[in-house]
C-alpha cells in the first residue's frame, strides 16, 4: 500500500486521512528529535545573544528595539578567543540543528493540521504558541543562511530582524517546553532507544497509543526509525562536516557553506578569506599609497598626522606590538593570525589623550563598514592594535594595507580596514 492509493475521507478529517499515514511518526520519535533540540536550541540563542552583546558596544545594533536591547557592557576580550567561539558555535551549531528542525516539524505534521482546528481555549493559546515557534524558528534560519551567504535579499536590517525573530522564538520556545515536557517524558519512556537502534525495518511496528501524532491507519513501513534518525543525523554531520573548515584553517577547502574565498591565496600571511575586497568596497588605491597616506588622529589639544613609516619606526613612544590574535567575523568564519602594530593606547597617548572612553575609527570605505566605534576598554586593552603587518608581512590592499583595527576578541565588522582616522573620545 502506498500512501495514495485510498480515497481521502469526506468530512476532512486530515489526521484519518491519506496524508499522514507514516507508521514511524509518534510522540516517541517526535520526544527524541524534541530531546535534541531542547539541548542545542538554547545554546545556540544564548550564543546569539551574546554576540549581539559584543557587536552592539557602542554600534546601536540592533537598532531601535526598546526594551529589548542586549545589557550594554563590553563583551570580555579576555580570552581572545571568546568572540571566535560564540559565534563559530552560534553559526555552526545553528546550521547542524538544521534537519533536526525539520526532521521534528515532519514529525508533528498531522498535529498542524489537525482537525478540528480549536478544540478549547488552552488548545487556541497552545496553537497560537505553535504558529509563533514555527513561524520564528523558520524565519530564523531563512535569515541567518542567507545573511552567512551575505545574501540581503530582504528589505530590513538582518540584524534588528534576527534579533526580534530570536526574541519572539525564545519565548514560544518556552511556552512550548513547560507544555510538552511532561507528554515528552511520557513518550521518551514509552520505547527504548537501545531497542530502537536494533529494530530493522522488518521489524519496525506503528506506535501504539494514538494520539494527533500517530496515523489512524498506519502504511506499510518503508524506513525503521534508526534508518529515520540515521538520514537526520547523516545530514547534520555532513553540514557539520563542511561548517567545521570555517573555523578549522587545515579543513577550510571543505567550507563549501563559506562564499567567498573558501581558499583564499592571498600575498604571503594574507591568505585568508576577504569579505569585502578593495575593489568592491571602492577604495581608490592612491589614497592608500603609503606616499600621500597619514593617519590622523583627533580628540587631543590638536590633530596629529603620522606617516607608515614613523608607524614602522617604534621607539619608547609608539613601540611596535605583536600578537597572536582571531579574526572573527559574525558570517561564521575565523582566522588566527600573529599581527604587528602600534597599540591603540598609544596613539591615544601621542594623540594627546590620556583616558579615552571611546575611539571612532574611519576609512577610505566610504559606505558599509567603513566606520566603527570601539569601547574604551577595547582601546586600552595592551593587545588592541592598529596592524601593519600580518605574520610578518605587510598587509595586502585587500585586507586592509596601510593599516587597520585588530583587537582581542571582537567581531571582525569592527576591525576596520583601511584606517584613515581615529578620534578619541572621553566622554
Ligand atoms: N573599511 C572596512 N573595514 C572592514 C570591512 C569593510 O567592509 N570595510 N569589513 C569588515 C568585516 S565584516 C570583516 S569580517 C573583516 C574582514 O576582514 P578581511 O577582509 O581582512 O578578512 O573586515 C572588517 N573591516
Ligand atoms: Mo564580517
Redesign the pocket.
Known amino acids: 500500500m502506498t500512501e495514495t492509493d485510498t480515497a481521502p475521507p469526506v468530512g476532512g478529517d486530515l489526521r484519518a486521512g491519506p496524508r499522514f499515514r507514516s507508521p514511524i511518526r509518534g510522540p516517541w520519535l517526535t520526544a527524541v528529535l524534541g530531546v535534541v533540540l531542547l539541548v542545542g536550541l538554547p545554546v545556540v540563542a544564548v550564543t546569539g545573544l551574546l554576540d549581539y552583546v559584543a557587536y552592539g558596544a557602542g554600534q546601536q545594533i540592533p537598532a531601535e528595539v526598546g526594551l529589548l536591547r542586549p545589557p550594554d557592557f563590553v563583551f570580555p576580550l579576555d580570552p581572545p578567543w571568546l568572540f571566535r567561539l560564540t559565534q563559530g558555535v552560534h553559526v555552526g551549531l545553528g546550521l547542524v540543528l538544521i534537519p533536526v528542525v525539520l526532521a521534528k516539524l515532519w514529525s508533528v505534521l498531522p498535529a498542524l493540521f489537525a482537525s478540528p482546528p480549536v478544540r478549547s481555549a488552552a488548545h487556541l493559546l497552545e496553537r497560537l504558541s505553535l504558529l509563533l515557534l514555527v513561524g520564528s524558528i523558520l524565519f530564523e534560519i531563512v535569515t541567518g543562511v542567507l545573511n552567512i551567504q551575505y545574501d540581503y535579499v530582504f528589505g530590513f536590517s538582518f540584524y534588528t530582524a534576527h534579533y526580534l525573530g530570536a526574541w519572539v522564538f525564545m519565548a514560544a520556545f518556552a511556552v512550548h517546553v513547560v507544555l510538552k515536557l511532561p507528554s515528552a517524558a511520557r513518550a521518551l519512556r514509552s520505547r527504548s532507544l537501545r531497542t530502537e537502534l536494533r529494530t530493522p525495518l522488518s521489524r519496525t511496528r506503528p506506535e501504539e497509543g494514538g494520539g494527533d501524532l500517530v496515523a489512524d491507519r498506519p502504511a506499510a513501513p518503508t524506513v525503521s526509525r534508526r534508518g529515520a534518525l540515521a538520514v537526520v543525523g547523516g545530514g547534520s554531520l555532513l553540514i557539520g562536516a563542511l561548517t567545521v573548515g570555517q573555523t578549522v584553517e587545515p579543513l577550510r577547502p571543505l567550507a563549501f557553506l563559506l562564499p567567498r ?1 573558501r581558499v583564499p591565496d592571498g600575498p604571503p600571511g ?1 591568505d ?6 578593495a575593489a ?2 571602492g ?1 581608490d588605491p592612491s589614497a592608500v599609497d603609503p606616499g600621500g597616506w597619514r593617519l590622523e588622529l583627533t580628540g587631543g589639544p590638536a590633530p596629529v598626522l603620522l606617516d607608515r613609516a614613523r608607524l614602522l619606526a617604534g621607539g619608547p613612544e609608539l613601540p611596535l606590538h605583536t600578537a597572536t590574535l582571531p ?5 561564521g ?1 575565523s ?1 588566527v593570525r600573529t599581527w604587528t602594530g602600534v597599540r591603540l593606547r598609544d596613539l591615544a597617548a601621542v594623540a594627546g589623550v590620556a583616558a579615552p572612553t571611546a575611539a571612532i575609527v574611519t ?3 566610504p559606505g ?5 566605534a570601539l569601547p574604551g576598554a577595547r582601546v586600552l586593552h595592551p593587545d588592541s592594535m592598529l596592524a601593519l603587518h600580518v605574520e610578518g608581512h605587510d ?1 595586502s590592499l ?3 594595507f596601510p593599516a ?2 585588530i583587537t582581542p576578541s571582537t ?9 584613515r582616522a581615529i578620534d578619541f573620545r572621553t566622554t
Open positions: 574565498g594574507n585568508f578569506p576577504v569579505n569585502r575586497t568592491a568596497a577604495i579574526l572573527a567575523c559574525v558570517e568564519w582566522a576609512s577610505f570605505d558599509g563598514f567603513g566606520r566603527a598587509l585587500d585586507h586592509g587597520r583595527i567581531p571582525g565588522v569592527q576591525c576596520t580596514k583601511w584606517v
